[in-house]
Nanobody, 114 residues
Framework: QGQLVESGGGLVQAGGSLRLSCAAS????????MAWHRQAPGKQRELVAL??????THYADSVKGRFTISRDNKNTVYLQMNSLKPEDTAVYYC?????????WGQGTQVTVSS
């Protein structure tokens, strides 16, 4: 049974940085498409960043140049978030697509104060 556990969320002032981590168990990060999504109150969940095989990455226009997704050899995926804005406030979810199965973490809250 695959599991994803996010950490690293919190409260930060506008302009600050946070690094989110997503630790995977029962899921091989190296062969999965990994992504971060977020959901703000009253809004739909949206894709923030994605990393697929061959080093392919994709970012939402709203975070390009500020956020970076990466993975390491310890089965963990990261989202480095710089120059944070109040509109980045949301619950951030880790997502893995492996062998046609979709996995989600429980989410971590990110709050950016102005």
């Amino acid at each position: 049974q695959g599991q994803l556990v996010e950490s690293g969320g919190g409260l930060v002032q506008a302009g600050g940085s946070l690094r989110l981590s997503c630790a995977a168990s029962g899921i091989s990060v190296s062969i999965s498409t990994m992504a971060w999504h977020r959901q703000a109150p009253g809004k739909q969940r949206e894709l923030v960043a994605l990393t697929a095989g061959g080093g392919v990455t994709h970012y939402a226009d709203s975070v390009k140049g500020r956020f970076t997704i990466s993975r390491d050899n310890k089965n963990t995926v990261y989202l480095q978030m710089n120059s944070l804005k109040p509109e980045d406030t949301a619950v951030y979810y880790c997502n893995a697509l492996m062998l046609n199965r979709n996995y989600w973490g429980q989410g971590t809250q990110v709050t950016v104060s102005s």
